[in-house]
């Protein structure tokens, strides 16, 4: 009786219906944005290409020893001795390994997405705080921004801008962004309203409660989504060498279709050892904030 019914609905129900042609329309889309707004492509993939490459060259100006001592220093900085002495360790050996050239461009691409989708990511988290109707309209397209694959990511984007870092630029802003949206709305949400309140007692302005009251509570969760924008950049721009992003990425990919294991395990400890860098730091700076201060002193 089920196989019956199974068959007669895809006899008559599904098997009429006609094939959706949802990526004919998006190829169509894509290729006409290509045309209509060529003038706009260009002039983002020229500032792109100009802020990855006078990041790179900077980061490459200085001698590989010196650059680890900055390193080292900015951990030191942000959590102590310690992990700055884990830190000028893991950079000496990648600065050990033949691509340390590669390590400073797989940094300069993910500091330029994770930067770019930070500006953008706490204001459009500050929106969805502040008002429902934004944040129901922005939690379905986040909830798509986050769970497409990210190899589909770099098919459009390589269609409006070719080949090259661009892309990998690009498309790795659209992957990291929603964790900073996302956490950046649940800090302010989670803001204490009874706070809230007195600063309206007070008199406050709306602006002034924000800026003065609801961002600085709300900033280790904002701190984390931040962490976690970095780290999907990071993720993100080893994928994209495959579309010629460079870096790390490139030699990864390379060397996967060489079947070269030194090549291949030396990049991935330099990705690793990068990731843990751009973690502990951002933690670091995280737990100096004035409200995790306050809380760890609570705890004790």
């Known amino acids: 009786m089920i196989e019956y019914l199974r068959n007669w609905l895809w006899t008559y129900i599904w098997k009429p219906l006609p094939d959706m042609p949802f990526g004919d329309w998006m190829e169509t889309f894509i290729r006409w944005a290509r045309d209509a707004w060529a003038a706009g492509f260009d002039a983002v993939d020229a500032g792109l290409e100009f802020l990855y490459t006078h990041l790179a060259d900077g980061l490459l100006w200085l001698p590989s020893g010196v650059m680890v001592l900055l390193f080292a220093a900015a951990a030191w900085a942000a959590k102590g001795w310690k992990l700055g002495a884990g830190i000028g360790l893991g950079m000496f050996v990648v600065a050990w390994t033949p691509y340390w050239e590669q390590t400073m461009q797989t940094l300069s691409m993910v500091l330029v997405a994770a930067v770019i989708a930070i500006v953008l990511a706490i204001p459009l988290g ?148 990068l990731a843990i860098l751009l973690d502990r730091v951002t933690q670091g700076l995280s737990d100096r904030t004035p409200v995790a201060r306050a809380a760890r002193l609570a705890a004790r």
């Open 126 to 273: 500050i929106a969805a705080a502040e008002n429902r109707t934004f944040s129901a309209i922005a939690r379905p397209v986040l909830d798509f921004m986050q769970t497409l694959p990210a190899f589909v990511y770099l098919i459009p984007v390589v269609m409006l801008f070719s080949v090259g870092v661009v892309p990998g630029i690009i498309a790795t802003i659209i992957f990291a962004m929603p964790p900073g949206v996302r956490l950046t709305e649940l800090g302010l949400r989670q803001v204490d309203r009874e706070v809230v309140e007195a600063g309206q007692a007070f008199g406050a302005s709306p602006a002034r409660i924000l800026v003065r009251i609801k961002l600085p509570l709300a900033l280790p969760t904002i701190m984390a989504g931040l962490n976690q924008v970095i780290m999907l950049a990071l993720s993100m721009v080893v994928i994209a060498g495959l579309v010629g992003g460079g870096g790390l990425g490139a030699v990864i990919s390379g060397s996967l279709g060489r079947l070269d294991i030194a090549a291949g395990f030396n990049a991935g400890l330099a990705v690793v050892l």
